[in-house]
C-alpha cells in the first residue's frame, strides 16, 4: 500500500510538474500571441495612418499646384494687360504730341507768328490795315470772271466764314508768282499784311490795296 501511495505520489507530482509546465507553455505562447497581435495591430494602425497621410498630402497638394498655376497665369495675363495699357498710353501721349505740335498756336509759335495774327482773330480789324496769318488751304483762279482772280484761302475753305481770303488780280500776277507756286502744293503757311474788308460776309485783302508777305513751306 505505502508502496502503491507512492507510486500515486510521484505520478501526482509529475502530472503537477507536466500541468504547471503546460500551464507555463501556454501562457508563455498567449503572451506572444498577445504581443504578435498587438505588434500586427500597431503596423496596421500604423501603415493606415501613413497611408492616409500619404493620400492627403498627395491630394491636398494638386489644388495648391493648380493653385499655384492659376496664380502664375493670372500674374502672366496682368503684366501682359500692363504691357498693353503702358503702349497704348505712349502712343496716346505721342498722337497727343503730335496734336499739340500741328496746332495753329504751336505753328505759329515756331514760326515767330503773333498769336493776334492768326486768321482766326482778323474779325478784330475789320477796316484796318494788319497782319494776318494762317494755313493756306486752297488757291484758285476764276478765269471766267472779270480780272481773272486768284483767291488764296487762309485758314479754312470757301465757303467756310472761318477764313480770310487774299485776292489777287491777274494784273498783279507777276509780284505774286514765286510764293502762289510755292504755297499751292500743300504745308504752307502765308502771313499778309494788307487793309482787312469784307465783302459778301467774308474777309478780304486785296492785291489793289498793296500787299506785304511772307510765307512758308513743308509747315507740320
Not at 497621410?53 to 498627395?58: A, C, F, P, R, V
Not at 502672366?76 to 497704348?88: M, T, V, Y
Not at 472761318?162 to 502771313?191: C, K, P, Q
Request: with cysteine; glycine share 6%; hydrophobic share 35%.
Amino acid at each position: 500500500m505505502r508502496k502503491h501511495a507512492e507510486l500515486q505520489l510521484t505520478y501526482s507530482s509529475k502530472e503537477t510538474d507536466m500541468r504547471a509546465m503546460r500551464n507555463s507553455s501556454f501562457k508563455q505562447k498567449r503572451l506572444f500571441l498577445k504581443n504578435l497581435l498587438i505588434t500586427l495591430l500597431a503596423a496596421f494602425v500604423a501603415c493606415s495612418l501613413y497611408g492616409c497621410y500619404y493620400s492627403s498630402n498627395s491630394d491636398s497638394s494638386k489644388p495648391k499646384q493648380q493653385e499655384t498655376l492659376s496664380s502664375q497665369s493670372e500674374v502672366q495675363s496682368w503684366a501682359q494687360r500692363q504691357q498693353e495699357l503702358e503702349r497704348e498710353q505712349k502712343a496716346y501721349e505721342e498722337e497727343m504730341e503730335r496734336l499739340e505740335e500741328s496746332a495753329p498756336e504751336a505753328i505759329a509759335e515756331r514760326l515767330g507768328i503773333p498769336q493776334s495774327h492768326l486768321w482766326y482773330n482778323a474779325g478784330n480789324h475789320i477796316g484796318e490795315a494788319c497782319t494776318v496769318a494762317g494755313p493756306v488751304v486752297n488757291v484758285y483762279q476764276a478765269k471766267d470772271a472779270n480780272g481773272m482772280p486768284i483767291f488764296v484761302d487762309i485758314g479754312s475753305a470757301y465757303p467756310s466764314d472761318n477764313r480770310v481770303t487774299l485776292v489777287i488780280w491777274a494784273e498783279h500776277y507777276d509780284d505774286f508768282a514765286e510764293m502762289l507756286n510755292a504755297v499751292d502744293h500743300g504745308g504752307a503757311w502765308l502771313s499778309v499784311s494788307s487793309y482787312l474788308d469784307v465783302y459778301d460776309g467774308s474777309l478780304q485783302m486785296n492785291s489793289d490795296n498793296g500787299c506785304e508777305y511772307t510765307w512758308w513751306t513743308e509747315v507740320g
